[in-house]
């Protein structure tokens, strides 16, 4: 029997977005910036990314993966100081260092063996004007995340100036990525608009849509 984990809703109140795809005739949870999501069911995990970095991550022998979604490398004590492990939308995953480690632990929390564990790794675009060096610093993070955790990473797509949209399964490991080379504008300024949320420390309950 196939089971999900869905790290369960900020306190403010957040869901899981799921949408049917009939393209692939499946359902595509959808997720934000500091959400992650793990799953063994026959699903789709999706996102849009500009300088920000999602992990792909699963073990193929169980057929169990998630994604994250985060948009800077490291945070501080104070942002996981009220973070707890039923939270899936928190500040704590907003940032590579917390994302990585509550991805991959949630995994083997759910019957994942960690040097089982396959990557691949997404996004870094230089879409923020003068805040390029954040999509080089996220990129910088995930790579060398990746090489001390001794994970093996089995592809990405990272860097260059478009912002992407990025669908994964979680069961095999599949990921489609479309390059949005006409749409860096509306990336660039939803980034630096959550970034100003970050900087204010305010966790946003609401969802942007990317794609």
């Not at 999900?4 to 900020?10: A, D």
């Not at 492990?85 to 632990?105: D, H, V």
């Amino acid at each position: 029997m196939q089971k999900v984990l869905e790290l369960k809703g900020h306190p403010e109140g957040s869901k899981v977005m799921r949408y049917y795809l009939p393209s692939r005739q499946k359902m595509l949870v959808k997720i934000h910036q500091g959400e992650v999501y793990v799953t063994s069911e026959d699903e789709l995990i999706g996102t849009g990314l500009g300088s920000c970095i999602s992990a792909c991550i699963w073990d193929p022998e169980v057929s169990l993966g998630g994604m994250n979604h985060f948009m800077l490398p490291f945070g501080t004590s104070d942002d996981i100081a009220e973070w707890d492990p039923t939270q899936w939308r928190s500040k704590a995953a907003r940032y590579g260092n917390y994302a990585m480690e509550l991805l991959i632990n949630t995994l083997i929390q759910q019957g994942a063996e960690k040097k089982r564990l396959q990557v691949k790794l997404f996004g870094g675009g230089v879409v923020m004007g003068e805040c390029a060096a954040i999509g080089e610093k996220n990129i910088a993070f995930a790579k060398d995340y990746v090489s001390s955790e001794g994970l093996t990473l089995v592809g990405s797509d990272l860097g260059d100036d478009f912002p992407r949209k990025l669908m994964f399964d979680p069961c095999t490991g599949q990921a489609w990525v479309k390059k949005m080379r006409g749409f860096r504008e509306e990336v660039e300024n939803f980034d630096k608009k959550y970034r100003r949320v970050l900087q204010s420390r305010k966790v946003d309950s609401g969802d942007s849509e990317l794609f």
